[in-house]
């Protein structure tokens, strides 16, 4: 009892065998069930959103850029000013908007305009309208970012100034998407100059929730670029009416609401405040001269803020330390003495605490929006105090000291022999 014949087993193992090899078949001719060809992908590369008005209505109006993959090998550039022409004469990106009363109306509306299906993914910039920003503010729309199961926490939010569709109508310049562009000059050209802000809708997010900072977000600026204009040298008269864009200054939130905007100066102070400046130029005057003949090149800097409750008020030490090289330029007479070199490091420290002072009173006295993230620092030393206090702090914030203490250090002059003779 209980033992299997020869021919049972064989059995057994006839029935196992049939059933591995169904398996593998069923498996095989599956695949993956979820798979999306890329023949039938409309790829994004950028989105924007704003609010129109339509038949007395006002409605969301989302617009994408879509990649035509087959035109991104030709060149050239069309006149017209738009997303430079592939080699089949068709432009590399399509341009295509749709409205809706809430953002998922408008985002299933555009497959009233595809054959494809819309996929986000890939989505580099996000673009969010001044109208919109301003009013009736962002929340809805961040909550539609954060929830869409394709768009990536990576992606760069900016703010144009102006309207979204001209703006995405711009000439792409160097590249051939303007996509492509923007998140080169965010992430690469940007950190040279530190006079543009760079931040992704993670970022974003997080300054929207958190009670002691404002948002601050990239501006971006749309303008005729004078090399295309008729008498400018060398320009090309067939784009003098294309329009360009350009990274600079930042766009300051109260709240979830666009109430401002900080210029390239004022947004260099932001980044020097709040310790994210990494490289930027200071025309410094040499002794004995009336203008700027020299520059001060930073090449390094720290920012450390502290908090202080003083007699019932809040009072913020910032110690700012930077670094950097001279760039001296037909100067054959100058003498890089330690005396001469402190003299230039005070002129510096000087030119840097005036920045700083000019973005603080716009974000205190004009905004009130507190942009550094001092009620963080508030938080964080003083918990309780933050509290009892942190639905006031708007109301707060324009009142508090903040004590500058700027060194400068010039570390190389660039001195390398004297200048060149000329006979």
């Known amino acids: 009892m209980g033992r299997f014949t020869v021919g049972q087993v064989g059995r057994v193992k006839g029935l196992a065998a049939l059933l591995l090899i169904t398996v593998m078949m069923a498996a095989a001719l599956t695949g993956c069930w979820s798979r999306k060809e890329i023949e039938t992908l409309a790829i994004v590369d950028m989105i924007g959103i704003d609010r129109v008005i339509v038949n007395g209505r006002e409605k969301y109006r989302l617009a994408v850029l879509i990649e035509r993959p087959e035109q991104l090998q030709g060149g050239g550039r069309s006149a017209g000013g738009m997303q430079g022409t592939g080699g089949g004469g068709q432009q590399p990106s399509w341009l295509v908007t749709s409205l809706g009363d809430t953002l998922t109306e408008a985002e299933k509306n555009l497959f009233t305009r595809s054959p494809r299906y819309l996929f986000l993914a890939h989505t580099n910039i996000i673009l969010i309208g001044e109208s919109l920003a301003r009013n009736p503010g962002v929340q809805e729309v961040t909550d539609y970012l954060l929830r869409h199961k394709d768009i990536r926490l990576r992606s760069i939010v900016i703010i144009p100034k102006g309207d979204v569709l001209e703006t995405m109508l711009a000439e792409p310049e160097l590249e051939k998407l303007l996509a492509e562009r923007l998140f080169g000059m965010v992430t690469f050209t940007q950190s040279r100059v530190s006079k543009g802000y760079q931040q ?68 260099l102070g932001y980044l020097l405040l709040t ?20 520059s ?90 933050w509290r009892e206090i942190k639905d006031q702090w708007r109301e707060i914030f324009p009142e508090v000291e903040v004590r500058l203490e700027v060194d400068a250090f010039i570390r190389r002059t660039g001195i390398i022999g004297p200048s060149i003779p000329i006979q």
């Open 200 to 267: 992704d809708l993670l970022e974003w997010a997080n300054c929207l929730i958190q009670s002691g900072r404002d948002l601050l977000a990239p501006r971006l600026t749309l303008f005729t670029p004078t090399e295309g204009q008729a008498g400018a040298g060398g320009g090309d008269q067939g784009k003098a009416d294309e329009k360009a864009v350009r990274l600079n200054g930042a766009a300051v939130f109260r709240k979830d609401k666009l109430v401002g905007w900080l210029e390239d100066m004022e947004t």
């Open 275 to 294: 310790g994210r400046a990494v490289g930027t130029v200071i025309p410094i005057r040499l002794s004995g001269s009336q203008e700027p003949n020299s």
């Open 296 to 385: 001060f090149n930073m090449t390094r800097m720290e920012a450390h803020p502290r908090v202080e409750l003083v007699d019932g008020r809040f009072v913020f030490p910032i110690h700012i330390r930077v670094e950097g090289d001279q760039q001296l330029i037909g100067q054959p007479d100058f003498d890089p003495d330690p005396s001469t070199l402190e003299q230039l490091n005070l002129q510096v420290a000087r030119q840097l605490k005036e920045i700083m002072a000019s973005t603080l009173y716009k974000a205190q006295q004009e905004y009130g929006a507190d942009i550094f993230g001092f009620g963080e620092l508030v938080h964080i030393n003083y918990p309780q105090v």
